[in-house]
């Protein structure tokens, strides 16, 4: 018996490739640890520096903040 489809089915009747299942349990999982990930290295920056660069720290930026309003021009009482 010849078969109408002797050298496979034409163009359009052929199925299209399968896709890569995955599971979406281990895909939520793995998107959460990544987030939690990002957490914790935001934590580690902001709560791992030691305390005697936190105080030096603030103690430029005030002192930076200090020097600028020094510099600041104020309007008088004559100035319009």
Same mark, same amino acid.
């Given at each position: 018996?010849?078969?109408?489809?002797?050298?496979?089915?034409?163009?359009?009747?052929?199925? #299209? %490739?399968? &896709?890569?299942?995955?599971?979406?349990? @281990?895909?939520? *999982? +793995?998107?959460? =640890?990544?987030?939690?990930?990002?957490?914790?290295?935001?934590?580690?920056?902001?709560?791992?520096? #030691? %305390?005697? &660069?936190?105080?030096?720290?603030?103690? @430029?930026?005030? *002192? +930076?903040?200090? =020097?600028?309003?020094?510099?600041?021009?104020?309007?008088?009482?004559?100035?319009?």
């Amino acid at each position: 018996m010849s078969s109408a489809w002797s050298n496979g089915p034409p163009m359009g009747a052929r199925r #299209p %490739k399968m &896709v890569e299942i995955i599971n979406l349990r @281990r895909a939520r *999982k +793995a998107k959460e =640890r990544t987030e939690k990930e990002k957490t914790a290295e935001a934590n580690r920056v902001l709560h791992g520096t #030691p %305390k005697h &660069v936190r105080k030096l720290s603030d103690a @430029r930026k005030d *002192k +930076a903040e200090q =020097r600028l309003s020094e510099h600041r021009l104020d309007k008088g009482e004559d100035d319009n």
